[in-house]
């Protein structure tokens, strides 16, 4: 596969619970491989993630995931020209996995290493393949993260709002589990919403007293807490129902505040990624919003949803030029609060 202009990136994450590695070619633009190997089934049965379970669990998995990758992609370990790694935010042991491996292939190969901030790599995860025109709203909803960005280049991205509390796939996550669904919860409440009447259950968007910049979305866990209680013995037959409801008010929620901040920072174009921009009703909801707007939306491709290496090797394909060479750390709480993203 390897010819004279290719410019092979390696692209891992181990941030959470997959451990995830692709290769991207950022001379023709396209994903050659992309490999994630979950870790869901591991996690189910303790309700939740458990780091230290995650970190052995990215050991075990991490040369074969290498070896998958290069292997789709169809190109040999001397063709990559560089190697990206999430290195911030995450649980830290799964982000020493990943780096570690890193490293260790930067040194042998004697190519750049690139760290990259798993934020920033959802954030433009809806342009892979293409080039963003900036500026653009970027919203990234996840499990752990539910916040907007105002993006006006591949190094200047500047925090705008985000929830006080729970993230979006936390709000899925743990309703699920009152409901006694499974976890993750997200998927499952999308499945049985389906089948769901949304306007069986009134539940409201919450406002946050500290401005309307901030989002929440605990309250909407005790509301829901409270309709199942409500439910009594008929809950089996509303399952759906709440399902519906609670998926169609996280929905709106997203919509109402993505308005408030296109027009408050006068942008025309919104890019949606994370986790929860699995979600069909969500997906749905940003395309008719855009239509009726006037706003062109960028939905990041379900395979690029959820934890992947793929965004980590598009964002670093943006950053050539770097190499942090052994010199890279870890920050496991290098979240969202700065103003702007350090690199
Ligand atoms: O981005 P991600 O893989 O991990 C983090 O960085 O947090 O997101 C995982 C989250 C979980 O909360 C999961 O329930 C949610 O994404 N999720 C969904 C759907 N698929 C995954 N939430 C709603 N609907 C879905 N279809
Ligand atoms: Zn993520």
Avoid at 20 to 37: E, F, I, K, P
Avoid at 146 to 167: I, N, R
Avoid at 193 to 211: D, I
Avoid at 252 to 280: D, I, P, R
Wanted: hydrophobic fraction near 40%; charge should be neutral.
């Amino acid at each position: 596969m390897s010819s004279a202009n290719a410019h092979f990136i390696l692209g891992i994450d181990t941030s959470c619970d997959e451990t995830s590695m692709a290769v991207y070619d950022s001379t023709s633009q396209r994903t050659l491989s992309n490999v994630v190997s979950s870790q869901i089934k591991t996690h189910a049965r303790f309700g939740g993630i458990v780091p230290e379970v995650a970190s052995r669990a990215h050991m075990e998995n991490i040369l074969l995931v290498y070896h998958a990758a290069l292997k789709e992609a169809g190109i040999a370990e001397k063709d990559l020209c560089a190697v990206a790694v999430t290195s911030r935010p995450g649980l830290m042991g799964c982000l020493l996995v990943g780096c570690g491996f890193a490293k260790g292939l930067s040194y042998q190969l004697g190519i750049p290493l690139i760290g990259v901030n798993h934020l920033e790599a959802h954030l433009f995860s809806p342009y892979i393949g293409s080039t963003p025109q900036f500026p653009f709203l970027g919203l990234v909803v996840s499990g752990g993260h539910t916040a907007f960005y105002k993006v006006s280049d591949f190094d200047q991205v500047d925090l705008l709002g985000q929830t006080v509390d729970d993230a979006a796939g936390e709000a899925f996550d743990k309703c699920a589990k009152m409901l006694g669904l499974g976890y993750p919860g997200g998927p499952i409440v999308d499945q049985l919403a389906q089948q769901g009447n949304e306007a069986a259950f009134v539940f409201k968007e919450a406002k946050v007293k500290m401005g309307p910049q901030y989002l929440s979305f605990s309250g909407l866990k005790t509301a829901v807490q409270t309709a199942i209680k409500n439910c009594g013995d008929d809950l089996q037959n509303k399952q759906n129902d709440l399902c519906a409801s609670l998926q169609a008010i996280i929905s709106k929620t997203l919509c109402n505040k993505a308005l408030y901040f296109l027009e408050e920072h006068q942008l025309s174009s919104l890019a949606l990624s994370g986790g929860v921009a699995m979600n069909s009703r969500l997906r749905s909801d940003i395309k008719q919003f855009g239509k009726s707007k006037g706003v062109t939306t960028f939905i990041a491709e379900p395979a690029y949803c959820t934890d992947n290496g793929a965004m980590v090797a598009y964002l670093a394909s943006h950053r050539q030029g770097e190499d942090q060479k052994m010199n890279l750390t870890v920050k496991p709480n290098q979240k969202i609060q700065a103003r702007r993203l350090k690199k």
